[in-house]
């Protein structure tokens, strides 16, 4: 009787097992394998992850205005008054307060974009996007100090393809990195990239892979140097969105974890998260009117007793 097998079980078997095949070969017979997505640039592979847990926190008061001059030409204001952490072989955060006021400007037209800003303290941040053709556009940052050492330069080439992506970075300090990425399939696409910094004589390959569909989006990044970094967002509904994300240094051994939301509403956004470190978060911008925006930050870190709220308005 154990082995009595009910007449038509192998056969309902048979039948179940042949319709999924038949549908898995239906599913690859209408993918159009030349006809593939673009998919997002490397760098960007983490995007809804990052947007969500982790937004411009920051701590004290702000108030920015922008100021339109025309349709591709404006001026934009920013003061910030808040406390600065200083380094301290203490465990306990130790803060000193600190005052900058910001200048910026910006063009912005179809193929071209830049912006500058100028603080008080001497420092000058730029930002330049141009596109030189359909597929090709360069882009530019900088940061120059007073302090020695410190001032940066990145330029980027981006390439756009069909269903791929290239990019070719260099940078001062004998920086050189490339990267590529390209859709395998509707939803999947898969990357790699390497890099070489002359000036500390490091360099490194990266591996990378995004999943994404309506609901959802799934990416993982390894490198040689020991990063490792998953991320996943799930879309609840057109307002909501759940965020996690895994951090592990297999060189350090170090590892975070967190979880977020991300609640949009009618007329504020509101974003939240916590971490295995004990850190927990939340940002707030709600607009109160058109073109006004207030914004509340805050962050609690009970182990090491530092506790971070700011409130700002944006205006313009």
């Keep these: 009787m154990a082995g009595f097998v009910p007449p038509g079980t192998t056969l309902l078997g048979n039948e179940a097992t042949s319709a999924a095949a038949k549908k898995v070969n239906e599913v690859h017979k209408n993918v159009d394998y030349m006809n593939l997505p673009c998919p997002i640039p490397y760098e960007e592979l983490h995007r809804e992850a990052l947007m969500s847990l982790k937004p411009e926190y920051f701590e004290g008061m702000r108030f920015d205005f922008t100021k339109g001059l025309n349709q591709k030409f404006s001026l934009s204001h920013s003061v910030m008054m808040g406390p600065m ?185 509101l974003r939240g998260k916590i971490d295995s470190n004990g850190c927990t978060s939340a940002f707030l911008e709600e607009r109160l009117n058109m073109g006004l925006n207030f914004i509340l930050s805050a962050e609690l870190d009970h182990k090491k007793k530092d506790y971070k709220f700011g409130f700002g308005l944006t205006v313009g």
Aim: proline fraction near 2%; include cysteine; charged fraction near 20%.
């Design 85 to 269: 952490e200083i380094p301290s072989q203490s465990s306990e955060a130790i803060k000193i307060p600190t005052a900058h006021y910001e200048f910026g400007a910006n063009f912005i037209d179809q193929r071209t974009m830049l912006i500058g800003r100028v603080l008080t303290d001497g420092r000058l941040n730029a930002r330049v996007k141009c596109d030189l053709t359909d597929d090709l556009a360069l882009k530019a940052n900088a940061q120059l100090t007073n302090e020695p050492h410190m001032s940066h330069v990145m330029l980027n080439f981006d390439y756009k393809g069909k269903d791929y992506r290239s990019q070719l970075q260099l940078g001062n300090g004998a920086l050189f990195g490339a990267s590529y990425i390209q859709s395998v399939t509707p939803h999947l696409s898969l990357g790699a990239e390497v890099f070489w910094a002359g000036q500390h004589r490091k360099s490194g390959v990266g591996y990378a892979g995004r999943y994404e569909t309506d609901k959802m989006v799934a990416a993982g990044q390894v490198a040689s140097t020991g990063l490792m970094a998953l991320s996943y967002v799930q879309k609840v509904s057109e307002k909501v969105s759940l965020a996690t994300d895994f951090m592990y240094n297999y060189l350090s051994r170090d590892v975070t974890v967190s979880a977020g939301y991300d609640y949009a509403l009618r007329q504020a956004r």
